[in-house]
């Protein structure tokens, strides 16, 4: 069982908030843990679940939640010690693909991104010569160089601008660029400056050759040092992967405490993207979907001299068998 939900990744720096728990020690024979998130739906939601229900607790942890605003930001917080676990989307994939980080699960496959134009641009090679804002790094950079690839372009026959999230919003609306790669919720607030944007391109159109997951991610050797705290972090994930599918109402409801956002804009998030219940992961693990679909996105990353160092194969970064060992 499904449920549609987003993937996103932008900005700068990193801010302390919100803990799970208290931060500091383990006592009582629970093990503390530092969780990085992103405060959208699809980074809060499964610990905004696990706050609720007090699944932590349940498996003798004691979380502390820390917000940032982008994925590679957490990559350097786990390769620090700074972070135990962390979500990134996306756009950020060529670092667990260059070693620098171990995934421990799928989060979810998004649907949000958008190549947008401003009125009156018909197609994606109407774009050529003009100034189009891109996020780099994160899944709207992805979308646009797959809609160049996919009309026979390059980035070099654009001009591309190279801008964070925020200043896409303000930059597309102004008309300071005439294209952008971004994502909703975001393309929401520029469609109230400029409701009249064209939509070129989105992930559904690449389906048969890139999926677009947002994954949990932990330090490279983390799970090796630490097994069996990874394993009661992926109970705690899991579980509340089977609320989220199961209660989604009550999901953006916590979300939206959680984040401090209005649950109309959550429940629009939340709308964009594809999520899935533990058990549905299993089967995705064990009949080599998931490693399809990293194994593509390594492909696009060495296509665009993204890869640090040698390419780390998907069955070499991603914890397959503790998520599976984790649902026993």
Do not use: H
């Not at 010690?81 to 994939?93: S, T, V």
């Not at 994954?215 to 050797?221: D, K, L, P, Q, W």
Request: net charge negative.
């Amino acid at each position: 069982m499904t449920l549609t939900r987003r993937t996103v990744l932008g900005g700068l720096a990193a801010v302390p908030a919100l803990s799970a728990l208290a931060a500091c020690g383990s006592g009582s024979g629970t093990t503390a843990v530092t969780y990085g998130y992103i405060p959208d739906y699809n980074g809060t939601s499964l610990l905004a679940i696990a706050e609720d229900r007090g699944l932590w607790e349940e498996n003798g942890l004691k979380a502390t939640l820390k917000t940032f605003t982008n994925g590679p930001l957490q990559i350097q917080a786990l390769g620090t010690g700074d972070l135990d676990f962390g979500y990134i989307g996306p756009g950020a994939m060529w670092l667990p693909a260059s070693g620098k980080a171990k995934v421990v699960t799928v989060n979810g496959v998004g649907q949000a991104d958008r190549l947008i134009a401003q009125p009156g641009i018909e197609s994606i090679e109407d774009l050529a010569g003009k100034k189009v804002g891109i996020p780099e790094g994160t899944s709207g950079d992805m979308i646009v160089q797959l809609a160049l690839e996919a009309a026979g372009m390059t980035l070099e026959d654009i001009e591309k601008v190279a801008m964070d999230p925020a200043t896409v919003v303000s930059a597309f609306s102004s008309g300071q660029v005439e294209g952008a790669g971004i994502w909703y919720p975001l393309i929401d607030n520029i469609a109230e400056q400029v409701p009249d944007l064209v939509e070129l391109a989105q992930n559904s159109d690449f389906a048969d050759v890139m999926q677009f997951p947002n994954v949990m991610v932990t330090g490279a050797t983390y799970p090796e040092k630490n097994e069996e705290t990874t394993i009661a972090v992926l109970k705690v994930l899991r579980a509340a992967m089977d609320v989220r599918v199961d209660e989604p109402d009550a999901t953006i409801e916590l979300v939206a405490k959680m984040t401090g956002s209005d649950a109309e804009a959550v429940a629009g998030d939340a709308a964009n993207g594809e999520y899935y219940k533990a058990a549905d992961l299993d089967g995705l693990i064990e009949d080599g979907t998931i490693e399809g679909w990293l194994t593509a996105m390594n492909g696009y990353f060495e296509d665009n001299d993204k890869i640090e160092g040698e390419t780390v194969a998907p069955a070499d970064y991603y914890t397959f068998d503790l998520f599976t060992k984790a649902g026993e």
